[in-house]
């Protein structure tokens, strides 16, 4: 009985450490409910009566939805096209070790670990003079490039698991080395390839200065019209913020809930494996 | 009706074939080819050339030229220049400065911050709603910065923010956070604390879970002090975990920028000026691309370093693995 609510009181110790850390997204997501009086009043208001104004504000927003479309469709194509160009480079990578390879690692990591604020000095050059700024094909190779060196990363780190048995298994019963690499690898390495979505989705959907730098008005995702939006006759549209904000979160929020098993190898590059 | 089946048969058969028959064709001029493992590389390194070495390249060289998008002036060889002028800048070493002590403090109270919080939830197994709860609690870190960061400011605003609020309940003054000279870099500080303790929180769980249940089991029956018990059997399998995570966590800090580009744009003055925002700034509000490529080049040698530190944990952890 003692034991029993101790912990009780354990969980509940849990539970309020999880919310405290929710407790700015709360008020973000309360504030797109409020009215503008209402978000901006001291004493701040708990109880409220909630409307919808922000949200019909927002969609009535001409660049809302095109942003919004510019965010899905860039995300997902070039985390598509990463997935694709990382499983066969980590393929052989796995099994060929070619020449070079701990080198090609080293560079792929080392290319993620360089502050974006430096990257996007030369790549802002190169996109001026090849005339790529604000082209589709431009911003999404860019992020496809982006999200290569870690779909890399998490996909070698699982094809290093599955043992190269299967593949001369495949081989020795007449299987083509496509067949091997499509039917026989790909299948075992599914929980890689579905981190690396999601993972990849994720930080192409949060990311912001590249877009800033080399997107435009074709091209612009949801952080830029975040943060050039927010600013209306001089001081900050803390309503538009809310909502849009709101409406922001809800993909990255949900990517984590039903994929809570792969935030580990998601956030760690792949190179810490297990549950949490 | 009877002929129906068959001949649909024999249609579905005859490309099938065919289809077979290419297919093995395409099979073979693959399988033969000695080049195999090259071509599968192949689309990873056009995408390389394409948008890391050709930047790369540029980069390097423009770091010795002087070249300045106001003055419409065409870029002019300077050799070292650049970079004996970053060595002599106040503003280089400030932001140096500045981007190492909101490493160290943010790393520093997000890693024990993290453990503490990752120990109180080891047992959390059977905590009911466990899923949304960890949900709630890992959210900060993958919810973009733009949005949070930029709401962070309605937070700490002076007169309506949630914050003086709370400080003139508390204190009974109000603090203008991100205005004040002292006060914006813990505020900046603490955002960066909320945004990455759970990563720590989620490390420190995957380092307690790599610990062989056998071994925390015999503690048990040896009745082994708490304090010895976390030395001597959780620490020596956890510590490969937690310096990766630490050490990746020094990386990600050191690349901050729009968080605090959104909080602060590095002011008041430049008493948030991280090298993140110093290179933003330098690049695209002075536009001299000269002088802040020379940076660039700077902070991707850091990198290097960083990245061959976190490499050298790896390692060691394989080669402890495989012994």
Redesign the interface.
Known sequence: MRTNWRQKI??L???L???V??L??V??IT?AFKTKDD??????KIIFSPTLANFIDLFSRHDFFSSLRNSFLISACAVIVAI???F??A???S??K?RGTDFLM??L???R??????????????YTAFGWKDDFWGVM??Y??FS?PFS?WILKGFIDGVSPRFDETGIVNGG????VLFRVILPQVRPGLIAAFIFNL?FV?????FNF?IGGKKTTMI??S??TG?ISQGG?D?TF??A??TV??IP??L???FF?KY??VG???G??R??? | MQNDPTSAQAGSGAPQVVGGRLRAWRMNWIDNSRYFPLMLLLPVLIFFLLWNIIPLLWMVGMSFYNYSLITGMPPRFIGLRNFFDLYDSYAVWGSLGKTFIFVFFAVGIETVLGMVLGILFWGSTNLPGRRLALTMLFSPMVLTPAATGTFFRLIYEPTFGIMNYLTTLVFGTKIDFLGDNFWAMPAVLLVDIWMWTPFMILITLAALGSVPRAELEAAEVDRLPWLKRFWYVVLPHAKFILMLGIVLRTIDAFKVMDLIYQLTRGGPGNATEVVGITLFRKAFEGFTMGWSSALAVITLLIAIAFTSIFLYILNLRRRGAQS
């Open positions: 354990y969980h110790v849990l539970w450490v999880s919310i850390f929710f700015p997204v008020w973000i504030g978000l901006l009043a001291i004493p701040p694709v160009v990382a066969l480079a393929y052989s990578f099994r060929f070619p080293f560079v990591l080392t290319v670990m360089v502050p974006a604020a430096a990257v996007v000095v030369p790549i802002f050059l190169m190779l860019f496809a490039m290569i890399v083509s080395r496509m067949h994720i959907w949060n990311e912001f200065l730098i952080p830029v975040l943060v927010s900050v803390w913020v809310a849009l904000a922001y979160l990255p929020f990517a984590i809930y809570q935030l580990l956030m760690t590059f190179t810490v297990g549950e949490v």
